[in-house]
């Protein structure tokens, strides 16, 4: 063998070193500087839970110095009233029901009219909770309290509710009989009930959103029992 052939088959194996090396070192995801120490944790954490973690909810701590009559804050158990119940009307999108047969889950009542303006803006986001917790122990109850005559026809709702496209339970209150009883003064009033029927939160006209959403996500996280204890 020659010295021109010894030197290109020196070549040729140095090179094939090289490539392999090369291979060796960009086929391992473990090894490449491109990835970080946090997309290693995401990927890990997608593995093995399906989605990254929500880490985003932070409870709503109760105020203890709230009486039963607080609005827009959470109530304490210990310092929230019973629930009145439901006076008697008619209900669509559901059977007849009572607040009692819904104890165990956190219940929206909704105080509105469709002829009011300020009721109907607040239906997205009542539509985006029933959507996100029904399936979790949460309902929302409608009370429809007219304000005029016509509010008071039972097609006329009829077709508000297709409008809407509401599909929780709703109940009239023509008579205002439920109004008085949880002492309403404007529409649209919104009420959160804790798992044992207890009034936990109240807000008066649109927005606040974020706020109810985070009290529905607390009382769902509450236990029934420590509710139970603490309410004396």
Same mark, same amino acid.
């Given at each position: 063998?020659?010295?021109?052939?010894? *030197?290109?088959? $020196?070549?040729?194996? #140095?090179?094939? !070193?090289?490539? +392999?090396i090369?291979?060796?070192q960009?086929?391992?995801?473990?090894t490449?500087?491109?990835?970080?120490?946090?997309?290693v944790?995401?990927?890990?954490?997608?593995?093995t839970?399906?989605?990254?973690?929500?880490?985003?909810?932070?409870?709503?701590?109760?105020?203890?110095d709230?009486?039963?009559?607080?609005?827009? *804050?959470?109530? $304490?158990?210990?310092? #929230?009233?019973? !629930?009145?119940a +439901?006076?008697?009307?008619?209900?669509?999108?559901?059977?007849?029901?009572?607040?009692?047969?819904?104890?165990?889950?956190?219940?929206?009542?909704d105080?509105?009219?469709?002829?009011?303006?300020?009721?109907?803006?607040?239906?997205?986001?009542?539509?985006?909770?029933?959507?996100?917790?029904?399936?979790?122990?949460?309902?929302?109850?409608?009370?429809?309290?007219?304000?005029?005559?016509?509010?008071?026809?039972?097609?006329?709702l009829?077709?508000?509710?297709?409008?809407?496209?509401?599909?929780?339970?709703?109940?009239?209150d023509?008579n205002a009989?439920?109004?008085?009883?949880?002492?309403?003064?404007a529409?649209?009033?919104?009420?959160?009930?804790?798992?044992?029927?207890?009034?936990?939160?109240?807000?008066?006209?649109?927005?606040?959103?974020?706020?109810?959403?985070?009290?529905?996500?607390?009382?769902?996280?509450?236990?029934?029992?420590?509710?139970?204890v603490?309410?004396?």
């Amino acid at each position: 063998m020659n010295r021109t052939v010894i *030197v290109m088959l $020196s070549l040729s194996i #140095a090179f094939a !070193a090289t490539v +392999l090396i090369g291979c060796s070192q960009t086929s391992s995801p473990a090894t490449s500087s491109e990835m970080s120490a946090s997309t290693v944790t995401n990927r890990e954490e997608k593995r093995t839970t399906g989605q990254v973690k929500d880490t985003s909810f932070i409870p709503v701590v109760a105020d203890p110095d709230a009486d039963a009559t607080a609005r827009d *804050v959470l109530i $304490s158990a210990r310092n #929230a009233r019973q !629930a009145p119940a +439901l006076t008697e009307g008619t209900w669509y999108n559901a059977e007849p029901t009572t607040l009692e047969n819904l104890r165990g889950k956190v219940v929206l009542v909704d105080f509105w009219t469709y002829g009011c303006y300020n009721c109907i803006n607040t239906l997205p986001a009542l539509k985006s909770y029933d959507a996100k917790y029904r399936d979790k122990g949460f309902s929302i109850v409608g009370v429809e309290t007219p304000e005029f005559d016509s509010e008071k026809v039972p097609a006329n709702l009829k077709r508000a509710l297709a409008k809407h496209g509401i599909t929780y339970p709703v109940i009239t209150d023509y008579n205002a009989d439920t109004w008085r009883a949880y002492n309403i003064e404007a529409w649209p009033t919104i009420i959160i009930l804790d798992k044992q029927g207890r009034i936990r939160y109240t807000h008066i006209g649109e927005g606040a959103y974020d706020v109810q959403e985070n009290v529905i996500k607390t009382l769902l996280a509450e236990e029934s029992t420590v509710a139970n204890v603490t309410g004396g």
